[in-house]
């Protein structure tokens, strides 16, 4: 939690420390996203799930999967140390395209956000924002199978350009399932 301001941020309040969660008759089911690996922690001692999406504070300088991969190995360990009685969720968020028409090689063949960014959240903050994969169905897997968080968490999350449509969206994640995720195993 990054100073939190008193009296306003606490873990029954934590709006304003870019947190959220959602309460349902069954306890808390779900965690707001983790910009830290101290958030990350702070939601595993809260019983929420994690969602790590393509954006963290960059906190080793190492490549944003590697970093990310920490950061739920962090979040199991906290989770597991907090005697939470359930497993825990983890997703990640990742943009993947696999390149198997024209029109996917127009929009996305050609090069591009091949390898992570950094740039600053405020004046103290850097951040790491993860690199977005487009390549050949074959050369994705491969580049896919790289990805150390990918390996860590448990579900998937398919960011997808929704300025380019339902139909092409749709194609899009159908491309995945089709020629990539029988290769890693993903269902």
Known sequence: MRNPIPGRCSPTRPACCGSSRIRTAFGIVSGGGAGSNATA????????????????????GEPFHVQQARQIRIYREAWKEAGHTRTPRVSVSRSIFALVNDRD???????????????????NTRAIFG??????????????KRDEAIAEADTLLLTV?????????????????KHVAPALGWR
């Open 41 to 60: 922690q702070w939601a595993a001692r809260l019983g929420m799930n994690l969602q790590s999406s393509t954006l963290k504070d960059d906190e080793t």
């Open 105 to 123: 090689r127009a929009y996305f063949g050609n090069g591009g956000k091949e390898q992570d960014s950094i740039g600053y959240i405020d004046e």
């Open 131 to 144: 690199r977005s994969y487009a390549a050949e169905p074959d050369a994705l897997i491969e580049e896919l």
């Open 161 to 177: 350009p929704n300025q380019l449509g339902v139909d092409y969206n749709a194609h899009v994640i159908e491309a995945i399932l």
